[in-house]
T-cell receptor, first 114, second 114 residues
Framework: DTAVSQTPKYLVTQMGNDKSIKCEQN?????MYWYKQDSKKFLKIMFS???????INETVPNRFSPKSPDKAHLNLHINSLELGDSAVYFC?????????????FGSGTQLSVL | GQQLNQSPQSMFIQEGEDVSMNCTSS?????WLWYKQDPGEGPVLLIA?????ELTSNGRLTAQFGITRKDSFLNISASIPSDVGIYFC??????????????FGQGTRLTINP
């Protein structure tokens, strides 16, 4: 069973479109994250939710809107996609009581904006 | 923002050789972690370090948390083909309202010649 699963794995779309990426974890974790990995493999945090509450919101354009319907799910909706949004987006999760830093990552969603 | 400087950016070695990589920061971190990313997958935790001066091993991997809390290194002994991948250091920060986030280094891409 996949612990942190993201869909879709690949997403190719035109500039200006709106798209969503979904993430689900079956680890019983209560904190979930979205990270963005650029073409140089640099990983940068975007958002974090703890028990459906937004707790981290880095400097991300407001075209990106995360939503957490419950603590096992964290989705990312992106409006008016731009070329610079092309990247791999990783979902991750952890349990609040676990030693700090032990994140479990999904296998990523490769977004290509044409 | 916080930045981790990881070096080297890439390594090309022969199978069986030992590998060493390190990470430095101008900021103090309370936790250092090392992750490995295989192609098409998300990062996977290798080693976590929680105390300044701590030296921890995981099989052929050894990592240390620097005394100043501003640096860490990872050593891999007797490399094998499956060690190929990108290795990331990460520092744990506690931000607003106790929200915890990881800041990642730029990665070290390891290539092994059989």
């Amino acid at each position: 069973d996949t612990a942190v699963s993201q869909t879709p794995k690949y997403l190719v779309t035109q500039m200006g479109n709106d798209k969503s990426i979904k993430c689900e974890q079956n680890l019983g974790h209560d904190t979930m994250y979205w990270y963005k990995q650029d073409s140089k493999k640099f990983l940068k945090i975007m958002f974090s939710y703890n028990n459906k509450e937004l707790i981290i919101n880095e400097t991300v354009p407001n075209r990106f809107s995360p939503k957490s319907p419950d603590k096992a799910h964290l989705n990312l909706h992106i409006n008016s996609l731009e070329l610079g949004d092309s990247a791999v987006y990783f979902c991750a999760s952890r349990l609040e009581q676990m030693p700090t830093g032990k994140l479990f990552f999904g296998s990523g969603t490769q977004l290509s904006v044409l | 923002g916080q930045q981790l400087n990881q070096s080297p950016q890439s390594m090309f070695i022969q199978e069986g050789e030992d590998v060493s990589m390190n990470c430095t920061s101008s900021s103090i971190f309370n936790t250092w972690l090392w992750y490995k990313q295989d192609p098409g997958e998300g990062p996977v935790l290798l080693i976590a370090l929680y105390k300044a001066g701590e030296l921890t091993s995981n099989g052929r991997l050894t990592a240390q948390f620097g005394i100043t809390r501003k640096d860490s290194f990872l050593n891999i002994s007797a490399s094998i083909p499956s060690d190929v991948g990108i290795y990331f250091c990460a520092g744990q920060l506690v931000g607003w309202q106790g929200a915890q986030k990881l800041v990642f280094g730029q990665g070290t891409r390891l290539t092994i010649n059989p």
